[in-house]
């Protein structure tokens, strides 16, 4: 499975983004798709995931309520409507896929993941 993810860019605290994240290749290998994020000098962390079937979402306790992920099976695209960003949201978001569930715990383990793509940077200014 390859993956493209865009979206990013420089946006003022409080502004919105929306991230995507297309699929290509064996994409029935992408049972579930997730974002995870790394911010300077700091360690990859998880941010929201998906089911690409049922469309059964996760987040992160730091974006529950301003970010919202959905899919289109159809186009084999993930999105990622970030809205109320933070200076703390400054990172470079990438997107990646399981080939199986993994429960709420698994998720949040990126060694867990197959595939990633290469990333996007969102930078927020105060």
């Known amino acids: 499975v390859q993956l493209q993810a865009s979206g990013g860019g420089l946006v003022q605290a409080g502004g919105s983004l929306r991230l995507s994240c297309s699929a290509s290749?064996?994409?029935?290998?992408?049972?579930?798709m997730a974002w995870f994020r790394q911010a300077p000098g700091k360690s990859r962390e998880f941010v929201a995931s998906i089911t690409m079937g049922r469309g059964t979402s996760d987040y992160a306790d730091f974006v529950k309520g301003r970010f919202t992920i959905s899919r289109d099976s159809a186009l084999n695209t993930m999105y990622l409507q970030m809205t109320n960003l933070k200076t703390e949201d400054t990172a470079v978001y990438s997107c990646?896929?399981?080939?199986?569930?993994?429960?709420?715990?698994?998720?949040?383990?990126?060694?867990?993941?197959?595939?990633w793509g290469q990333g996007t940077l969102v930078t927020v200014s105060s």
């Open positions: 290749g064996r994409t029935s290998d992408a049972f579930m």
């Open positions: 990646t896929t399981s080939r199986v569930h993994l429960n709420g715990r698994e998720s949040r383990v990126d060694a867990l993941y197959d595939y």
